[in-house]
Structures are given as C-alpha cells and as structure tokens.
C-alpha cells in the first residue's frame, strides 16, 4: 500500500516552484516496462507544456484534475486551435483523454494545480513526446 497524503503533495508543489518548468512529478509505478503508468504532476501558475502529442498507437493519455485550474487547448495539424478550456475541480470538466496523434498543450492558470496522469505503458523517453513542426516545443 502507497499513501499519498499531504506532505507528499506540498513536496510536490515545493519542487515545482523551483523548477524550471514551474513543475514537478512523482511516478507511482514502480518500472518504466508497467503496463500502466501512473504519475502524479504538480505545476505552479506559469506552468506550460507546449503543444505536443504521442505518435504511438498505444499512447493515450487520462488527466485527471484533482486541484487547481488547467487550461487545455487542442490543436489541429496546421495549429489551429480546435477547442480551449478549463479543467478542474471548479470547472465543469475535471476528466480528460486524449488519443494518440492528439497535439494538446497544458497552462496552470491557477495559483498551483495538481493532476494525477494515466497512460499505457511501457514509456521509451525516445517517443514521450513529439512535436509539430509549427510548434516551439
């Protein structure tokens, strides 16, 4: 059994303020070969994962937003953007998936934000991320 409770979260939170990327994580499996790979992010406002996605078949992902705000956005292969919103526990959306090939980007607008990540595994760093070609990523 794995409690994850309060100083654990705040440990979270005090290293994404010294982050670079104004985030940190924690993995809660226990290999990168996991069938299932579980990781909790912390991320501080200004926090900005720039558009993305994964190239692999079986690399989708479920955000859930447990605290704070995100602001979600979902591109098209030309960088259009195709939806925005909000996600957290004060929003009407707190789930979100995206299927493998989705370009999405993710901004903390609030003042900090956590969010619990599930996605298939196993995770090979050489396809984590790809990114398109009008991207800065």
Not at 8 to 27: G, N, P, T, Y
């Amino acid at each position: 059994m794995r409690l994850i409770d309060d100083a654990m979260i705040q440990s979270l939170f005090d290293s994404a303020v010294s982050s670079e990327r104004k985030r940190s994580h924690v993995l809660l499996h226990y290999s990168h070969q996991d069938k299932v790979q579980r990781l909790l992010i912390g991320l501080v406002q200004g926090s900005y994962v720039e558009p993305h996605y994964h190239e692999l078949p079986h690399q989708w992902e479920l955000f859930t937003v447990l605290e704070g705000e995100l602001e979600i956005t979902l591109y098209n292969e030309n960088g259009e953007i195709l939806s925005k919103f909000t996600a957290g526990p004060t929003s009407n959306t707190t789930l979100i998936e995206f299927a493998p090939g989705d370009i999405h980007s993710v901004e903390c607008i609030s003042e900090r934000a956590l969010m619990l990540e599930v996605k298939e595994g196993p995770f090979d760093d050489k396809f984590a991320k790809a990114f398109p070609q009008w991207s800065c990523g």
